[in-house]
T-cell receptor, first 114, second 112 residues
Framework: NAGVTQTPKFRVLKTGQSMTLLCAQD?????MYWYRQDPGMGLRLIHY???????AKGEVPDGYNVSRLKKQNFLLGLESAAPSQTSVYFC?????????????FGPGTRLTVT | SQKIEQNSEALNIQEGKTATLTCNYT??????LQWYRQDPGRGPVFLLL?????KEKRKERLKVTFDTTLKQSLFHITASQPADSATYLC???????????FGSGTQLTVLP
């Protein structure tokens, strides 16, 4: 199993450009999450999904949109990138059952907006 | 708001000693706390979960405690090794879909 994968690993955008980050998981997990990680601020939840076709806002959703058309994929879109969106983005997934409620993280996407 | 704070940004200890990391939370006591390890350039990896009604949880050289009076969790690594060097994150649940609120992390360096 590959676990959680993210595409691309690195990206540089100019202000105003758009892009989509792809997250894929092969563990059949119901829950999926998008976080951003900035120095000194920890991981902050952008959007999340409890299942195919459903999404919800997290702590810092402004400037981002998401879609979950297939259970295994969770896409994060930036319609008009801003320098404040320079960050490392992590996708995570979680199984609805189990007792430990752990989240499985991808390797991250480092995004720079100039 | 349901904040969670890790007071130490960085902690250096000598190999073989016990590392102790602190996680404090505000407002109501969370049903559980989780601890994750993050290596540079990688995503966090789950280590342990401790529930509100559990005083202590152990896994190999790791030990986590949960003190609802002090509103604090302590994370211990005994007989620390240089390979334990990493950033350790604590997290509390923040929604019905198992959303998490993370602390900013403590960067642990174990010196040989």
């Amino acid at each position: 199993n590959a676990g959680v994968t993210q595409t691309p690993k690195f990206r540089v955008l100019k202000t105003g450009q758009s892009m989509t980050l792809l997250c894929a998981q092969d563990m059949n997990h119901e829950y999926m999450y998008w976080y951003r990680q900035d120095p000194g601020m920890g991981l902050r939840l952008i959007h999340y999904s409890v299942g195919e076709g459903t999404t919800a806002k997290g702590e810092v959703p402004d400037g981002y949109n998401v879609s979950r058309l297939k259970k295994q994929n969770f896409l994060l879109g930036l319609e008009s990138a801003a320098p404040s969106q320079t960050s490392v983005y992590f996708c995570a997934s979680s199984y609805i059952g189990g007792l430990l409620y752990e989240q499985y993280f991808g390797p991250g996407t480092r995004l720079t907006v100039t | 708001s349901q904040k969670i704070e890790q007071n130490s940004e960085a902690l250096n200890i000598q190999e073989g000693k016990t590392a102790t990391l602190t996680c404090n939370y505000t407002n109501y006591s969370p049903a559980y706390l989780q601890w994750y390890r993050q290596d540079p350039g990688r995503g966090p990896v789950f280590l342990l979960l401790i529930r509100e009604n559990e005083k202590e949880k152990r896994k190999e050289r790791l030990k986590v405690t949960f003190d609802t009076t002090l509103k604090q969790s302590l994370f211990h690594i005994t007989a620390s090794q240089p390979a334990d060097s990493a950033t350790y994150l604590c997290a509390r649940p923040s929604g019905s879909a198992r959303q998490l609120t993370f602390g900013s992390g403590t960067q642990l360096t174990v010196l040989p």
